[in-house]
């Protein structure tokens, strides 16, 4: 395929834009109508870092590469509007692929309501996408930052935890754990880690209910929880008992410790239960939404959801995080990915 | 410097965000305050195919990099707005050449009134640098797209052309027209390659002064014109006796030629003269802005813009690009970049 014809053909891939864009690609920038807000993240991914060919397929890339960008929009609370994507294709990357990329970049948007407005498609010496996601808002106070977390606030996650972590062990040894984990369990692990859904609706859900702070968990909730604390200047306090650790966890946490993942910290069931918090607090890309919000508002907040939330604590005066429970000690050391 | 260390210190490299900005970098997502019709475009380029770091410095490819996708803003007529800047490093990359990038970047942001409201640093296989930009209008009318030119408009260009294709000939063999241009002209030609100027305020004149339609000259006249004619659905006729090509292109042209590198076309003067004509329609990278505009606005366009505008021709009906002049022919069947 001649290079014109593969970017005509991700084009077409890309589907129809939305009502709101004026001018899509294939003039020299795209015009959308605006709302008030404009609430926009560019996220880069690239091969070999963030993932790997040899178990992530072109449509799980595109995937991926969108999903992050959108799971921030989705931590402010913000409408998802428009997507701009720079796609930079080593010398060999096949057409087939490429187009299979665009193809499950844009199954995502389209399931949440997102145009790709724009793109730029290069030669580069290593694959590296990167998104810039735009959505809107019509009130500031509509949005939701990490800095509102007042003292006396619940502090609460959506949906699970440690699942995209384990599915990444799963990835790396599918036989790891195949004497402990059913097939299916095993298999909706890894796809958290290779199709995350960003929480968009539950983002704005939580912001109309009058969450105070919010942050997505990129990085695992030992490094997002401390970035949101640190931005609130409060003290999150986590009860480790109430984590919500997603099924078939403990049991990949386990089989990775037993082969030195985590230092050999876990011996039977006790073992396990430590070796599964570590795993959900300190893997990142479960991409679940970490908030907090008053008392009072609690229960409107999980009825307008469309996931389950935990309270997995309180924020307090005083600045950090820390854990309670029987682990406390442990887990307040584990730390999440502090990536460049 | 640790990674944490070093997206700080880019971060305070980048400056003070503009007035329209709510939030900016620090949270999931930065909030901008936005005017009714947003304007973006997505940019990248690759080290050994955009740049290379044998002749650019890190400042030059931070410059370049933003340079070329306010370019996109400028060939809209838009106000240049919020920049998002995806950093992908390669090992080894080092930190004070990341923060030199980030600083050339930051210089060029200053001077064209754009935030750098956003950004990810990331590792990858290769130096790849995109940005997103984002510019902003008022109504839809005070735009320009590709699709307005109409039989009867004049084409126009601003400023002159060949600088950046002789530029980048002079970096890859500095001795090569030596004994034929002057250090200060040869040193004229290999910024306008490494430090393209955006032509925002141009962009916004002619916008302002009625032309019908506009392109940026990334991928050269020859390719770019095309495109705006195929959009409009006109026929471009270029006298190419008008090119306003840039001072010592020429001498660099026939030295390339000289060289073989234009297939040996030249000989003489008249040889030097179609030479440079070459270069200035199939080499990109001028970032000048070519526009069709009704006659009768052609004195009020010109009055207005801070660069000198040359009349090249007319929109007539039809389809494609033609020259006129004595290397029509020749002319005719040069191509600009037709890149990935």
Redesign the interface.
């Known amino acids: 395929m001649a290079?014109?014809e593969?970017?005509a053909a991700i084009r077409a891939a890309l589907g129809a834009p939305g009502e709101r864009v004026?001018?899509g690609s294939?003039?020299?920038?795209?015009?959308?109508?605006?709302?008030?807000?404009?609430?926009?993240?560019?996220?880069?991914?690239?091969?070999?870092?963030?993932f790997d060919m040899e178990t992530c397929s072109p449509a799980d890339a595109g995937h991926r590469a969108l999903a992050t960008a959108l799971s921030?929009?989705a931590?402010?609370g913000?409408q998802a509007g428009?997507a701009?994507?720079?796609?930079?294709?080593?010398e060999g990357f096949a057409d087939g692929d490429a187009l299979e990329l665009a193809r499950g970049m844009a199954a995502l948007a389209e399931r949440t309501g997102t145009t790709i407005?724009?793109?730029?498609?290069?030669?580069?010496?290593?694959?590296?996408i990167?998104v810039?996601v735009?959505?809107?808002?019509e009130r500031?106070r509509d949005?939701v930052?990490?800095?509102g977390a007042q003292p006396g606030d619940l502090v609460g996650v959506t949906g699970t935890l440690g699942a995209a972590g384990a599915g990444f062990h799963l990835l790396s040894d599918p036989n790891a754990a195949s004497d402990r984990v059913d097939g299916g369990v095993a298999a909706a692990l890894v796809a958290r880690h290779l199709r995350p859904t960003p929480r968009l609706a539950a983002g704005r859900a939580l912001a109309a209910a009058g969450a105070t702070a919010?942050?997505?968990l990129s990085d695992g909730l030992a490094t997002d929880g401390r970035h949101l604390a640190r931005?609130s200047r409060v003290a999150l306090e986590i009860d480790a008992t109430a984590l919500p650790i997603a099924p078939g966890v403990a049991e990949v946490a386990r089989a990775a410790a037993g082969r030195g993942a985590d230092g050999g910290a876990s011996r039977g069931d006790e073992g396990s239960a430590l070796a599964a918090r570590r795993l959900a607090v300190s893997a990142g890309e479960d991409y679940e939404l970490l908030f907090t919000i008053p008392p009072e508002r609690w229960d409107a907040a999980a009825a307008a959801v469309d996931v389950p939330l935990t309270r997995l604590g309180s924020a307090l005066g005083g600045e950090g995080l820390r854990f309670t429970g029987p682990d406390a000690a442990d887990l307040d050391a584990v730390r999440g990915y502090?990536?460049?």
Chains 1, 2 share one sequence.
Request: glycine fraction near 10%; proline fraction near 3%; hydrophobic fraction near 55%.
């Open positions: 290079e014109l593969l970017i004026v001018r294939g003039d020299d920038a795209a015009v959308v109508r605006a709302r008030p807000f404009a609430v926009t993240s560019i996220d880069t991914v690239a091969e070999g870092v963030h921030d929009l931590a402010m913000a428009e701009y994507v720079s796609l930079a294709l080593p407005a724009g793109g730029d498609v290069v030669r580069a010496g290593a694959l590296v990167a810039s735009t959505g809107w808002a500031e949005l930052g990490r800095d919010m942050i997505d931005a502090e990536h460049l």
